[in-house]
């Protein structure tokens, strides 16, 4: 579950350069992360910077997850201030409201077939929200200002509905999933390491696998359905390295607008995601050596929590924590990314 990186607007075009060629050859996987944003009324305005995190020991990145390639591909700075500097970000209420649904979802599944209803469901609302709190105390700030209590009701109310809204999507009932929350990892041959959560994996009584991925959000528009099946693609290649069979069906369930997309990829697909990730992390090394990370502007600017240490915003990045190569040592800039 990658609830964080889940569903953005619209991206301008970026500057040219370098540090642009890798999102710009990544336009479509961009517009995948932001269905949830477009529930938003406007671009808030920047915000202070805010107060570091204890510092720790930086380390170069070790692996890639689809949330992470695509804060790469949507803007290289804003990849090393989540990776490599690991600023803090302000908790939001569609990304908070997007786990509490998805734990919802999960937990329900503990239940037998029979008692997989709807107000079972919804009734497991408050619970998780109670949960939630107590795992990431941070959370609470999201209603520190609603003493009443009535943005939260409301806020809680939306996540009902949503949970409600699977049920004309898929009968619970009907389905025993083979893994839940699944972690995976793999090592490809080139040294890359993959991993991620993925939401649902079901097993068909003949072997064949199909991938779930909830979204919160609202279904993309057509032109960018290919960009929405990245995360779910990267999947599909994790699950085809580690147990030697491509998924029969990737599935995007968005309860924001009562949608289903899928997909039946086939080998030559997730070939292509592969090498579109190793291009991709050939890109990150090579900034990750240069300390060369340069900031992609794009309408989902406006909902950045680092603007104060952007210099698009007029702000300072902090000083890089890792060792840097020389110039003139050798390389090319970020990179680019190859052909799919």
């Not at 619970?172 to 993959?194: C, H, I, K, N």
């Not at 097993?203 to 995360?231: N, W």
């Not at 580690?242 to 995007?252: A, D, F, I, M, T």
């Amino acid at each position: 579950m990658e609830t964080s990186t889940e569903d953005v607007a619209e991206g301008a075009d970026g500057p040219a350069g370098p540090a642009a060629t890798v999102a710009d050859r990544a336009d479509a996987a961009v517009e995948a992360t932001a269905t949830a944003l477009d529930t938003a009324a406007a671009v808030p305005a920047p915000t202070p910077a805010p107060t570091p995190a204890p510092a720790s020991v930086a380390t170069a990145p070790a692996s890639l997850s689809p949330s992470r390639a695509g804060d790469f591909m949507q803007c290289p700075l804003l990849y090393r201030f989540r990776v490599i500097d690991r600023l803090p970000e302000k908790p939001s209420e569609a990304a908070t409201r997007g786990t509490l649904v998805h734990a919802v979802l999960e937990r329900l599944f503990d239940a037998p077939a029979a008692e997989r209803t709807a107000p079972r469901a919804k009734a497991l609302v408050p619970g998780q929200w109670d949960r939630l709190r107590e795992s990431r105390p941070e959370v609470g700030e999201l209603f520190a200002d609603d003493p009443e209590g009535e943005r939260l009701a409301r806020w809680l109310t939306e996540a009902e509905r949503l949970v409600e809204r699977w049920f004309t999507l898929e009968d619970p009932s009907r389905l025993e999933p083979a893994e839940r929350e699944m972690f995976v990892e793999t090592e490809l041959d080139s040294g890359l390491r993959l991993r991620g959560i993925i939401d649902r994996v079901d097993v068909a009584p003949t072997g064949e696998v199909r991938i779930v991925d909830y979204k919160t959000g609202k279904a993309p528009r057509p032109q960018y359905a290919e960009g929405a099946l990245f995360q779910m693609k990267f999947y599909a290649l994790v699950v085809w390295r580690l147990r030697k069979v491509v998924p029969r069906r990737l599935q995007l369930v968005y309860l924001g607008s009562g949608d289903v997309l899928t997909y039946d990829p086939v080998p030559a697909d997730l070939e292509r995601v592969e090498r579109k990730l190793l291009a991709l992390w050939e890109a990150i090394r090579l900034a990750t050596e240069t300390g060369d990370w340069r900031p992609r502007p794009t309408k989902l600017c406006g909902w950045c929590d680092h603007q104060a240490h952007c210099p698009e915003f007029g702000g300072t990045p902090p000083p890089y924590p890792l060792p840097v190569r020389a110039a003139g040592s050798g390389g090319t800039g970020q990179g680019r990314m190859g052909p799919d």
